[in-house]
């Protein structure tokens, strides 16, 4: 189930943090959050970048911040791996 599919049916306004822990697919968990993440109603983003099993699964790193950028988030490092997402003013 896609992420705004889950917010609507559970009525959910706002999150102020999403975790987002999938081993190499975090991509395909933001991109099911698309609305959400366009209409601003998520603070927080935080996810992993693991290139070695995003290459296992057909997906770059590079398309991950792209689509970040095209919903209106901005990701900087935390740390060699974390990363956090927060919508641009």
């Not at 889950?6 to 822990?21: G, P, T, Y």
């Not at 997906?59 to 990363?83: C, K």
Request: proline letters at 3%; glycine letters at 4%.
């Amino acid at each position: 189930m896609r992420l705004d599919d889950l917010a609507a049916q559970e009525h959910l306004a706002h999150i102020d943090v999403l975790k987002v822990d999938v081993e190499g697919a975090d991509t395909w968990v933001l991109q099911g959050a698309e609305r959400l993440l366009a209409e601003r109603r998520i603070t927080h983003v935080f996810f992993e970048r693991n290139d070695a099993r995003m290459a296992s699964l057909g997906l770059r790193f590079d398309d991950t911040l792209r689509f970040l950028d095209s919903v209106g988030y901005r990701a900087r490092p935390v740390s060699a791996n974390e990363w956090h997402a927060m919508p641009v003013p």
